[in-house]
């Protein structure tokens, strides 16, 4: 039915190409291009379906056209990092081809995520008649599904959301980051941030926790983090008080960023190193294991969901809607473990959905604002199925 072009062979874009070449009603030829070639070339040896590899460097739009201009894709998913983000839309607005991603731009030389520079771009995709969907992983991806959903089918008017992030899984290494380790440690040093009654509210990097009973895992102490959706999120749904997002960490992994941290080895600021720049955060990737490699030896779960108050029919509601994602099952399926699967999975189902013509618009869109039925189905249907909690509502009735 269509043409798909990945671009980044990593922990997600391996993820990506696996769920795509499952699907080959939907995706009838594949395309995965990266930096590395080789590693276009270890993912394509896993599959068992015949797909295209090529090398690109994202960065250049030009390279990215060439490559379009010669597969001919109807729509590109963006799996390699955030700071590709507008090089990779410039080149789709100049052919022509759809465009997700699942991470929102960030400039490499300051550490603050916005979706301001691809919202810029909603016009110019208007007038060509294309759509970008941006934030189409699981946080963001799945979690404003969740939201769109909840307010469609469960509220009347949503009060507040929580967004929580459990990763209670081991990959027994003493230190390492489940997606790309610059863009993770750029985030969790950040503020932290979130919305309640009409303005932004800032906390220091990781200084709030509460404990969060997760189901199939259990009490987690959870931190509150500035996180991409939130952005879109108090936009998108409508009369919202509050909103927040917390990931859980373990003292292990806390531990070890507070030593990174007071030694510099965080810093994105260039430094003089024996005659040469290098920028220490950069550097650090280079020494922690890929996220691509870490699931062979991976055991335990994710829990991910949406703690959401509002109101329905005049009474107070609770819901905690949530997936569990279990890392063994992500490697014996697909090779990689949760946190690149439960990023993957979704991106592939966007993609689905666009080029099936079931999510369909002109313009630049975050997730939440496309009908989440579809999107919500096809969770189930490929990996991610998600389950409903009601919870004891802690609002007052209207
Ligand atoms: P990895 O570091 O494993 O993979 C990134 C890939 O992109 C690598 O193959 C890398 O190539 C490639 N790449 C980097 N720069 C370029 C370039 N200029 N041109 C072509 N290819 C390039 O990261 P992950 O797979 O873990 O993460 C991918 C993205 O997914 C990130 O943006 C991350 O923020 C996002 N993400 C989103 C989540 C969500 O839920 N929404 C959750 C987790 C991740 P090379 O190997 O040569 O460096």
Redesign the pocket.
Not at 33 to 36: D, E, F, L, N, Q
Not at 79 to 84: E, F, I, K, R, S
């Given at each position: 039915m269509g043409r798909v072009l990945i671009?980044?062979?990593?922990?997600?874009?391996g993820v990506v190409t696996h769920k795509c070449a499952q699907v080959p009603g939907v995706f009838s030829e594949i395309c995965l291009?990266?930096?590395?070639l080789e590693?276009c070339q270890r993912i394509q040896q896993a599959l068992n379906r015949d797909i295209q590899i090529a090398k690109?460097?994202?960065?250049q739009p030009s390279d990215v056209v060439r490559l379009i201009q010669s597969f001919k894709p109807q729509v590109l998913i963006n799996?390699?990092?955030?700071?590709?983000d507008l090089s990779i839309m410039e080149a789709c607005l100049q052919t022509g081809v759809h465009y997700i991603d699942?991470?929102n731009y960030e400039h490499p030389d300051e550490a603050k995520f916005s979706y301001h520079w691809q919202w810029a771009y909603h016009d110019r995709f208007k007038e060509r008649g294309i759509m970008a969907l941006l934030?189409c992983?699981?946080?963001?991806?799945v979690t404003n599904v969740f939201c769109a959903w909840a307010q469609k089918q469960h509220f009347d008017w949503i009060q507040n959301i929580d967004i929580l992030d459990c990763n209670a899984g081991h990959h027994g290494h003493a230190f390492a980051t489940?997606?790309?380790p610059e863009?993770n440690i750029r985030e969790i040093t950040q503020p932290g941030r979130y919305w309640e009654d009409g303005r932004w509210i800032e906390t220091a990097p990781l200084a709030m926790q509460m404990m969060h009973d997760y189901p199939e895992i259990g009490p987690r102490a959870s931190y509150l983090l500035y996180h991409e959706e939130l952005e879109s999120l108090v936009k998108n749904i409508r009369g919202l008080k509050r909103i927040r997002f917390f990931m859980t960490f373990s003292e292990s992994y806390l531990m070890h960023l507070r030593v990174l941290q007071n030694v510099g080895l965080t810093r994105i600021d260039p430094v003089d190193f024996e005659g040469q720049k290098i920028v220490p955060l950069k550097f650090l990737k280079t020494l922690l294991p890929?996220?691509?490699t870490l699931g062979k030896h991976y055991t335990g779960k994710t829990n991910i969901g949406c703690q959401i108050e509002g109101i329905k029919d005049g009474q107070p509601r609770s819901l905690y809607i949530y997936n569990v994602c279990d890392h063994a099952e992500c490697y014996r399926e697909v090779g990689s473990q949760a946190?690149?699967y439960?990023?993957g999975v979704p991106a592939m189902i966007g993609a689905k959905l666009m080029l099936t013509g079931q999510w369909h618009g002109a313009g630049v869109f975050n997730i939440e604002q496309l009908d989440p039925a579809p999107f919500m189905h096809d969770l189930n249907l490929y990996g991610l199925p998600w389950s409903v909690k009601e919870l004891v509502p802690q609002l007052v009735p209207a």
């Open positions: 671009i980044g062979a990593g922990g997600v874009g291009a990266s930096r590395s590693k690109v460097d994202a960065d799996a390699a990092l955030p700071y590709q699942t991470a934030g992983g699981f946080d963001p991806g489940n997606f790309n863009i890929e996220p691509s946190v690149s439960t990023t």
